[in-house]
């Protein structure tokens, strides 16, 4: 086994474990804060130790990045991957019931965006599904969990050209001029309105229904947005391109063209088809 399929075989595990915790586990909240100001569930905190301690046992993995940890955890100091990831994206909406999921980035000796060399997210919905991206120019992987315990291969992922799907977030009150402008044109050509308020599933859902847009813009009270750049952001813009649709933060060509400064750091981001990114620009510049 390559070291890239060990993570991913931990990443399978996990997600079985996360999927059975998530149904029956206490929902409430703990007294902590993340580093993002996110109150932070019990959920949140198991997750994050059942993938810290799944991710203990390989020596393929020289450092930890998580959402809920407020530094990186170094492990094999020389060693390759680094694994930035989200435990439990949307966890405020397991109380009514919504799908959703975990996020992995996996990067080569830096936490740099080219450094990212492969993307793994988890949604736990009625099923468990993983979608794997294990190199840059291939086409993301659907898997789903069998009765009997394993991972099937369901198919390839693809986008469309266009889409017809419009996931768009933040508080209104607070969106610029040209977002307000752009999403409006969006659903005057017949987009429809899909957001659910778990980035996981929303994007899934574009992903899976062949294309449109999703989007967390800049707004007035946060101008960098509310995604976290190293975990949520930078995994899904991989997925993203290379199943041939296209990303931006708004002002630049592609969301690898961010410089990281912290782990934290969070952007605006904009992710679909390629009409619905090129339509963006239009309206941006
Ligand atoms: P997390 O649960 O990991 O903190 O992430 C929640 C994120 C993301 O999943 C979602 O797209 C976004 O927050 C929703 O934010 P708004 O409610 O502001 O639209
Ligand atoms: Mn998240
Ligand atoms: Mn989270």
């Keep these: 086994m390559t070291q890239l399929e060990q993570i991913f075989k931990a990443i399978k595990e996990v997600a079985i474990r996360i ?36 991710f203990k046992e390989l020596e393929c993995v020289k450092a930890l990045v998580s959402e809920e940890k407020d530094d990186a955890l170094n ?27 975990s996020i992995f980035g996996i990067y080569e000796n830096e936490l740099n965006p080219q450094n990212l060399v492969a993307a793994v997210y988890s949604i736990y919905g009625p099923r468990l599904e993983l979608v794997i991206n294990d190199k840059k120019g291939s086409l993301p992987s659907l898997y789903r969990l069998a009765k009997d315990g394993e991972f099937k291969f369901v198919k390839e992922l ?20 040209k977002h307000i402008k ?20 929303d994007l899934h859902q574009i992903l899976l229904k ?9 707004t007035s009270d946060a101008p960098n947005g509310k995604l976290r750049v190293l975990f949520e952001v930078l995994p899904f813009a991989f997925i993203y391109e290379n199943a ?42």
Aim: aromatic share 12%; net charge negative.
């Design 19 to 54: 999927s059975e915790e998530i149904k029956y586990a206490d929902l409430g909240y703990t007294a902590h804060e993340n580093a993002t100001g996110d109150t932070q569930l019990k959920l949140d905190v198991l997750s994050d130790e059942i993938i810290t301690a799944k």
């Design 210 to 218: 062949g294309g449109g847009l999703f989007s967390y813009p800049a």
């Design 158 to 177: 693809k986008l469309n050209e266009k889409g017809k799907l419009n996931a768009t977030g933040a508080t209104q009150k607070g969106w610029s001029e």
């Design 182 to 201: 752009f999403i409006r044109e969006l659903f005057l050509q017949g987009h429809r309105l899909r957001y659910s308020g778990a980035m996981v599933s």
């Design 244 to 285: 041939g649709g296209a990303t931006s933060s708004g002002v630049n060509d592609s969301l690898f063209d961010i410089t990281i400064s912290k782990t934290h750091q969070t952007t605006p981001c904009f992710f679909g088809s390629k009409f619905e990114i090129n339509l963006m620009h239009k309206f941006y510049e």
């Design 75 to 101: 492990l094999n100091e020389n060693s390759k991957y680094i694994i930035a990831y989200d435990p439990l994206d949307g966890s405020s909406l397991v109380d009514v019931n919504f799908a959703v999921g």
